[in-house]
């Protein structure tokens, strides 16, 4: 691993409730980016929560507070080779987390996640908190 990591939407979640594991993962010093796609995730998730405009805050405030990688020709590229090799498989997944692996691959990041999904994309490197 290199220090270097890839949230997903499911860590992100567990840290917003203080996970401990998460929580001392995080105080470890490592450094943690997020994809716009996780983002676009979170502000759905609070869009439909009943506390609309508090959750909007939350994610919003954390997404100022962290770096967040956006999609471009590079992601693209990568995600249309990822689900190539899915479908050539047969083994497809959730259309966003092959974003989210496009990203975490383009940028040499580890994944953090608890999706065992992700361990269909090879040359992905993940780990679970």
């Not at 996780?38 to 994610?59: C, D, H, M, T």
């Amino acid at each position: 691993m290199n220090g270097r990591f890839l949230l997903d939407t499911n860590i992100v979640i567990a840290l917003s409730v203080n996970e401990s594991v998460i929580v001392e993962r995080l105080e470890e010093g490592v450094t943690v980016f997020l994809s716009s796609i996780v983002l676009g995730e979170l502000f759905f998730g609070a869009f439909r929560s009943v506390r609309i405009e508090e959750n909007l805050a939350r994610v919003a405030e954390f997404a100022s507070s962290n770096t967040v990688l956006v999609c471009d020709t590079a992601t693209a590229r990568h995600y249309g080779r990822i689900k190539n090799r899915l479908r050539e498989a047969g083994r497809p997944i959730p259309e966003n987390d092959i974003w989210i692996a496009a990203t975490a691959r383009q940028y040499g990041l580890t994944l953090v996640s608890r999706d065992t999904h992700f361990n269909e994309i090879e040359g992905l490197e993940t780990v679970a908190w």
